[in-house]
């Protein structure tokens, strides 16, 4: 176990929806990082944040947001949802803001848009 | 742009046998590079990184600037090396960019 918790596990919804993934990083660690994976476009990396503030974008859609709160977990909300946004949303932490830190990952949410 | 390139898909190979993941990369400033683990079932997890030098579980990386690689290899596999194993680079400070990934399996 790596300590880092993400809910819910899975999530099934319908196109058009908004979903909340949520993170919880190990306990001390400042920075959360965001990543898809999916079938065809293997782990993508989303977003950094650390200690509450954006560090760094990947290829995030502007349908996806994410924030961090002042007790260091994150959400990913995801809105208008498409079919091609089933994947595994995974997140990872790291102690401080420097990702070639080692990044321990959580268990994945499995989003499946029907 | 791609940043990190993991040419093979799928990777089947005989217990005993050697097992080399290709990984090659594009960066033009001084790259960190990792290899990360995800096996069955279980998180992905860091394997090794090439700052450390370092042999786990019987895996070594060899950082090559003039090739643009990363190759990770072992002499003798074993079936519980059986997993999905992303290269990784570090462009900057901030995000780490992952291959496509290499799904290895190893055969009794």
């Known amino acids: 176990d790596s300590g880092v918790t993400q809910t819910p596990k899975h999530l099934i919804t319908a196109t058009g929806q908004r979903v909340t993934l949520r993170c919880s990083p190990r306990s001390g660690d400042l920075s959360v990082y965001w990543y898809q994976q999916s079938l065809d476009q293997g782990l993508q990396f989303l977003i950094h944040y650390y200690n509450g503030e954006e560090r760094a974008k990947g290829n995030i859609l502007e349908r996806f947001s994410a924030q961090q709160f002042p007790d260091l977990h994150s959400e990913l909300n995801l809105s208008s949802l498409e079919l091609g946004d089933s994947a595994l949303y995974f997140c990872a932490s790291s102690v401080d803001g420097v990702a070639k830190n080692i990044q321990y990952f959580g268990a994945g949410t499995r989003l499946s848009v029907l | 742009a791609q940043r990190v390139t993991q040419p093979e898909k799928l990777l089947s190979v005989f217990k005993g046998a050697p097992v080399e993941l290709k990984c090659n990369y594009s960066y033009s400033g001084s790259p960190e590079l990792f290899w990360y683990v995800q096996y069955s079932r279980q998180r992905l997890q860091l394997l090794l990184r090439?700052?450390s030098r370092e042999s786990i579980k019987g895996f070594t990386a060899d950082l090559n600037k003039g090739e643009t690689s990363f190759h990770l290899k072992k002499p003798f596999a074993q079936e519980e090396d059986s997993a999905m194993y992303y290269c990784?680079?570090?462009?900057?400070?901030?995000?780490?960019?992952f291959g496509a990934g290499t799904t290895v399996t190893v055969r009794a």
């Open positions: 090439h700052i």
């Open positions: 990784a680079l570090s462009e900057n400070d901030y995000k780490l960019s």
